[in-house]
């Protein structure tokens, strides 16, 4: 049997997801989690084969969540089911170690197959969106997706600096940066852009 856990913050999509999978022979469904942060406890205290995990959850993301799985060498890999068509968000999921990247409008059949897959120890990822992934790059750095992801949930200098244990300064030098990357009129304009791109 392979173990599955799912980390989904929807309760009616965490349910559904559950059902379908539990109908499959070989898969068992031994933990769900509301969020990130429950999810990474569950994964140490079961060790399951495979997290399926969303990418927009609450107090930790499902990739902050893979990254975290990841580096506790827990031997559970990581699949992302989410919305999200980028190459961006792809491309970030691979670096944080994910082994599995499927959207949430792929047939059930897919989804069963990719657990599967990566369970044997393989990938499993759109074609169509791995090429995307590969032909743009995202010029921020990490610090810059930190401060420009706050920027553009409305948190001022202060309130980024006061976040992050740095300056009010080195926070506006970090916004201005990417401003300027990405080509923007100003710090809200250049998050709008980000994440679209998928890399926010």
Request: include cysteine; hydrophobic fraction near 50%.
């Amino acid at each position: 049997m392979i173990r599955v856990a799912i980390a989904e913050d929807q309760a009616m999509v965490l349910g559904a997801l559950a059902a379908l999978l539990e109908i499959e022979p070989d898969i068992e469904v031994v933990a769900r989690a509301g969020d990130g942060v429950e999810a990474l406890e569950l994964c140490r205290t079961l060790r399951p084969d495979v997290l399926l995990a969303d990418i927009e959850m609450p107090r930790m993301s499902g990739l902050e969540l893979a990254a975290a799985v990841r580096d506790a060498e827990l031997g559970t890999r990581v699949i992302i089911l989410t919305t999200f068509a980028r190459g961006g968000y792809l491309r970030r999921a691979l670096d944080a170690g994910v082994t599995g990247y499927l959207l949430k409008d792929s047939p059930s059949a897919e989804l069963a197959n990719a657990i599967r897959r990566v369970a044997a120890g393989r990938r499993a990822v759109d074609p169509e969106l791995a090429a995307e992934a590969w032909g743009e790059v995202d010029p921020l750095t990490d610090r810059e997706r930190q401060v420009l992801r706050r920027a553009g949930k409305g948190r001022t200098s202060a309130q980024i600096a006061e976040e992050l244990g740095l300056s009010s300064g080195t926070v506006r030098n970090y916004l201005s940066e990417a401003i300027s990357k990405l080509g923007a009129a100003n710090r809200i304009e250049a998050a709008r852009i980000a994440r679209a791109k998928g890399w926010l």
